[in-house]
């Protein structure tokens, strides 16, 4: 696992040991961010340059990391475990992104719930959930009922081939949805007004 473009590029990246972690593939990644390079939303701006990255369910920093490595402003990695967060936190300092990062130990969906309530507000978020736990529904259900998400924003979810998004949702609109093994990777924006 390794940041594949920009400035922090080839870094390798470290994961905790055993299986409750499960980053991104390299491929399944660089494919992920060639559609956002390349996806033809009615967004005014590259959809990674200057972005405001939320990072959910961190793991590794894998995709938030990315992120700024190609031109993202800031990125905000969440995730519960604190073994993941240290890891996260290494890869931060390792790939010298630490002035444009910030960490925060938390449960992700009563963090969407505080940085609702707060104001905070991002352009990019990535939500990798553990698979097959409901969790998937729940984080976009609550991305669709507050303003966390910028108008115009949008949401890159992995989930399992198990898993089926309800999308009965107001303001998010599903855009692309792409399948690698036994992985799906769907690509939301959110438009509201």
């Known amino acids: ?21 499960r ?7 660089e494919s992920i961010f060639n559609i956002l390079a390349n996806l033809e939303v009615q967004v005014d701006r590259n ?7 939320l990072d959910l369910f961190a793991g ?22 604190i073994v993941s967060l240290a890891t996260t936190k290494e890869n ?19 963090t969407l719930d505080k940085l609702a309530q707060s104001g905070r507000s ?13 969790l998937v529904n729940a984080v976009l259900q609550k991305l669709d009922n507050t303003d966390v998400v910028e108008n115009g924003g949008l949401i890159v979810v992995e ?11 107001q303001h998010l609109k599903l855009v692309r949805n792409e399948r690698y093994g036994e992985t799906l990777v769907a690509f939301l924006s959110r438009w509201k007004g």
Do not use: C
């Open 1 to 21: 696992m390794r940041i594949i473009t920009g400035i922090a590029k080839g870094i390798k990246l470290k994961a905790p040991k055993g299986l409750d972690v």
């Open 23 to 29: 980053p991104t593939a390299d491929r399944v990644k």
């Open 47 to 53: 959809a990674i340059m200057g972005a405001k990255v």
């Open 60 to 81: 590794t920093g894998n995709l938030g990391l990315e992120a700024l490595s190609r031109g993202a402003v800031h990125a905000l990695f969440v995730d519960h475990s």
């Open 92 to 110: 931060i300092n390792h790939a010298d992104l630490s002035k444009v990062s910030e960490v925060y130990r938390g449960d992700s969906l009563k």
């Open 122 to 134: 991002f352009t990019l978020i990535f939500v990798d959930p553990p698979y097959n736990q409901g």
């Open 159 to 169: 989930y399992s081939k198990h898993e089926q998004l309800n999308a009965d949702w």
